[in-house]
């Protein structure tokens, strides 16, 4: 199974990566730009059955700072459905 | 018997030698070294060190690796038992990831690597790390990190606060910390993560001594 993992900084914590690539886009004459936040993705291939607990453990303890990041489990396919 | 100090060395560090070199230094006994991959720390420790560096490469995030490297259980044990543990920059960052101390420490809001000697006041002189810093007021002590933007939120901030728990804050902006926050204490008082480098503060050569009240404060402690 592919597992897609999204995790974001949560709402009001500053990100200055995101702030500056939103100054960059200005300075390039994008217009409309209101806002930019950085993320980051993680796909995993899992064995087909893998619980979701597992996968909201294997969030909350290593691959997201609860902290200062949320995430969100995507699953796209079981291994040999594509 | 000496002060019996242990510092860890995870892949990656690159300041444990230099952490080493400060402990013997003031202490007068050089410390065990400890490899990450090590699962039990040796026993009567009297201070635990947390070394800076690049542990893992920071992937993912500084620290968060080595946070749940197999000698970290026993460091979570240790500082429950009361042990003095100490974690300097990549350090600080382990010791966030890990839980023994609250908050993160986020990219730097300049987005720059910033290396230099910052002011700093020890806004706790009562803990077992900060006793030798009453009445000194402004020190000088080196930084030099990329992810050093202490946060955490506003509600734990004020308990910080109201605990006496923030050890140091930069007398003037750094990096763009909460409250200009550059060191934190756990709740009981047995733990500190700072930013700032005590240990390349510790002879004149390094052009500076005000680490060096740090390590004097955690061995007067002891006796």
Known sequence: ?82 | MGFRAAVITFPGSNCDRDMACALELVSGTAPIRVWHGDAELPDNLDFIALPGGFSYGDYLRSGAMAANSPVMRSVIDAAQRGVPVLGVCNGFQVLTESGLLPGALMRNASQNFICRTVPLIAENTQSAFTRAYAGKGTVHIPVAHHDGNYFADEETLDRLEGDGRVAFRYAEPCNGSRRDIAGVLSVGGNVLGMMPHPERAVEDAQGGTDGRLLFESAIAALV
């Open chain 1, 1 to 82: 199974m592919k597992v897609r993992i999204l995790v974001r900084l949560k709402p009001g914590v500053l990100d200055p990566q995101g702030r500056a690539v939103h100054h960059s886009l200005d300075g390039m004459g994008f217009e409309g730009v209101e806002d930019v936040r950085i993320g980051r993705m993680i796909e995993m291939d899992v064995a087909d059955g893998t619980s979701d607990e597992a996968l909201n453990s294997m969030c909350e303890k290593l691959l997201a700072n609860m902290v200062i990041e949320d995430f969100t489990i995507e699953k796209l396919e079981t291994a040999g459905a594509a």
